[in-house]
Structure formats: C-alpha cells, structure tokens
C-alpha cells in the first residue's frame, strides 16, 4: 500500500472529492489502489484529507471512480 513519501500516480477530482490512484508492486506484480479524501479545513485553520463521506458527496466521488476506474483498466493492460 501506499507510503506516505509516494506520490500518487495519478488523481482525478471533483468538487472537493479526490480519487488518488497508487502504484504497487506485489507478489504478483504491478498493480494499483484507490484512495478517495475529501480537504476539511479545521478550527484552527490546519487542513487534512477525510476519508469519510456525507450524503451529499457520494454523487461526488461517482465521477473520479469512474474516471480512475478506467485509467487503471488502461494502464494495467500496458503494463501486463
């Protein structure tokens, strides 16, 4: 799984929703992960990435699934 010193491969957005896309290299070989986040300012005005979704961002994050659905089907191919 991802470190936090990897950078994503790609990232795909919407709204305020981000899906990372991670490469890993496994016993099986390459192969990618997904994490989505969504940015929360706090009260003291520090940032942090949410991994936990309301109502109203689930239509959100059905667009930069699809998106990293298809970059992975893509890019996996090339790679095997």
Same mark, same amino acid.
């Given at each position: 799984?991802?470190?936090?010193?990897?950078?994503? &491969?790609?990232?795909f +957005?919407?709204?305020?929703?981000? =899906?990372?896309? #991670?490469? *890993?290299?496994? !016993?099986?070989? /390459?192969?990618?992960? &997904?994490?989505?986040? +969504?940015?929360?300012?706090?009260? =003291?005005?520090? #940032?942090? *990435?949410?991994? !936990?979704?309301? /109502?109203?961002?689930?239509?959100?994050?059905?667009?930069?699934?699809?998106?990293?659905?298809?970059?992975?089907a893509?890019?996996?191919?090339?790679?095997?």
């Amino acid at each position: 799984m991802a470190t936090s010193t990897q950078k994503p &491969v790609h990232v795909f +957005r919407c709204g305020g929703i981000s =899906a990372s896309i #991670w490469q *890993n290299v496994g !016993a099986y070989g /390459l192969y990618f992960t &997904v994490t989505f986040s +969504r940015p929360v300012k706090d009260q =003291a005005g520090e #940032w942090h *990435n949410f991994r !936990a979704f309301t /109502l109203r961002d689930l239509d959100a994050i059905a667009f930069p699934n699809a998106q990293a659905k298809e970059w992975i089907a893509a890019n996996a191919r090339q790679s095997a």
